[in-house]
């Protein structure tokens, strides 16, 4: 299994630029998420997904569009850059989304994303 | 407003001594609670974890405790190994909300010779 996997690794954008970073995984996990990573901040939720077809937002999700067409992938667009989405982006990946049992989640190797 | 709180940014311990890395909530609803390990250019990786039905998890040379009354945890390292020296998040979950981890800001830990 590869596990999450993330690309492009890294990224340069020009404000306004549009992208789509990719993210898939193979072990048929039900729930996904997007976070991104910045100095002193920790991990914060941008979007999450509970199942193919099913998206919602998480704490920032402003800039920033989902979709989940299939169990395996969860893109993550930037509609117009900004510098302030300057970060690194990590996708995650769990198999439990019930109300019980456990949530670890796996993360991916992370997209480091500079928008000049 | 934070709701998972680690107030220690870093934190530096010599080699075969214990590491103590502390992390508070508000949220007496939080159920699940993580430990996730991160090293530079990579993604964090799970370490440990415990149910509020219990109050210690061990797993080798990590244990963590969980205190309910006081909302706070801890994880234990004993004997701290240089190769433990990274970011130590911790992470929470919510019932009710579906998988979706609460995660504080990180605490540098680094062992020393």
């Known amino acids: 299994n590869a596990g999450v996997t993330q690309t492009p690794k890294f990224q340069v954008l020009k404000t306004g630029q549009s992208m789509t970073l990719q993210c898939a995984q193979d072990?048929?996990?039900?729930?996904m998420s997007w976070y991104r990573q910045d100095p002193g901040m920790g991990l914060r939720l941008i979007h999450y997904?509970?199942?193919?077809?099913?998206?919602d937002q998480g704490e920032v999700p402003n800039g920033y569009n989902v979709s989940r067409s299939t169990t395996e992938d969860f893109p993550l667009r930037l509609l117009s850059a900004a510098p302030s989405q300057t970060s690194v982006y990590f996708c995650?990946?769990?198999?439990?989304?019930?109300?019980?049992?456990?949530?670890?989640?796996?993360f991916g190797p992370g997209t480091r994303l500079t928008v000049t | 407003d934070q709701q998972v709180k680690q107030n220690s940014p870093s934190l530096s311990v010599q080699e075969g001594r214990i590491s103590i890395l502390n992390c508070d909530y508000t949220?007496?609803?939080?159920?699940?609670f993580l430990w996730y390990k991160k090293y530079p250019a990579e993604g964090p990786t799970f370490l440990i974890s415990?149910?509020?039905?219990?109050d210690k998890n061990e797993d080798g040379r990590f244990t963590v405790f969980l205190n309910k009354s006081a909302k706070h945890l801890s994880l234990h390292i004993v004997p701290s190994q240089p190769g433990d020296s990274a970011v130590y998040f911790c992470?929470?979950?919510?019932?009710?909300?579906?998988?979706?981890?609460?995660f504080g800001r990180g605490t540098q830990l680094t062992v020393w010779p």
């Open positions: 995650a990946s769990s198999y439990s989304v019930t109300g019980t049992g456990n949530y670890e989640q796996y």
């Open positions: 072990m048929n996990h039900e729930y």
């Open positions: 997904s509970v199942g193919a077809g099913i998206t």
């Open positions: 949220n007496s609803m939080f159920d699940y």
């Open positions: 415990i149910s509020s039905i219990k």
């Open positions: 992470a929470i979950n919510r019932g009710s909300t579906l998988g979706r981890l609460y």
